[in-house]
T-cell receptor, first 115, second 114 residues
């Protein structure tokens, strides 16, 4: 069982819908991450939060909006997505952003399909 | 900048045979090395990590990897594979200077034949 929980596991949405992906961890980690993974490819980093503040935004389109309401939760709000946004979205966490407190722990992901 | 090369995109082996998944990296700074495994329809799980100390690291399920600084390699090995080892394996590095970033290799799909 993974210690990083992501909901929902699957999501199908139209291009005009608004939905949110949720991620939760109770390991006391203070760094949380969103990744996008296309089929047969490695994960690509989207956002990094450190102590609930956005630390890194890897030039992600504004139709993806992250939110970190507290140290255990990470959300990804979706609006007006495109078919090419269909992918597996992975959440991860680590103790913090120091190298000695890696590695990152991953959830099982949300598989997103855009119609 | 860092890069990770996994030369083999697919490795088919028979059950109980040995396997080696190759990983080479390039970096001008010190890095932390990882192997992650992704089973079908799941997220990534940490298999092994190397930061310092003994260059041979072992996992609880029989995998091991050896850090070779001169060859900038971190190959993954298992002496006898099982059907349950069928998965995608990602080699990755994190630079000491930017611990939030993981640079992944392109992955190796290990398929086990009975």
């Amino acid at each position: 069982d993974t210690e990083v929980t992501q909901t929902p596991k699957h999501l199908v949405m139209g291009m005009t819908n608004k939905k949110s992906l949720k991620c939760e961890q109770h390991m006391g980690h203070r760094a949380m991450y969103w990744y996008k993974q296309k089929a047969k490819k490695p994960p690509e980093l989207m956002f990094v939060y450190s102590y609930e503040k956005l630390s890194i935004n890897e030039s992600v389109p504004s139709r993806f909006s992250p939110e970190c309401p507290n140290s255990s939760l990470l959300n990804l709000h979706l609006h007006a997505l495109q078919p090419e946004d269909s992918a597996l979205y992975l959440c991860a966490s680590s103790q913090d952003l120091t190298v000695s407190n890696q590695p990152q722990h991953f959830g099982d992901g949300t598989r997103l399909s855009i119609l | 900048a860092q890069s990770v090369t996994q030369l083999d995109s697919q490795v088919p082996v028979f059950e109980e045979a040995p396997v080696e998944l190759r990983c080479n990296y390039s970096s001008s700074v010190s890095v932390y090395l990882f192997w992650y495994v992704q089973y079908p329809n799941q997220g990534l799980q940490l298999l092994l990590k190397y930061l310092s100390g003994s260059t041979l690291v072992k996992s609880i399920n029989g995998f091991e990897a050896e850090f070779n600084k001169s060859q900038t390699s971190f190959h993954l090995r298992k002496p006898s594979v099982h059907i349950s080892d069928t998965a995608e394996y990602f080699c990755a590095v994190t630079p000491y200077s930017s611990a939030s970033k993981i640079i992944f290799g392109s992955g190796t799909r290990l398929s086990i034949r009975p």
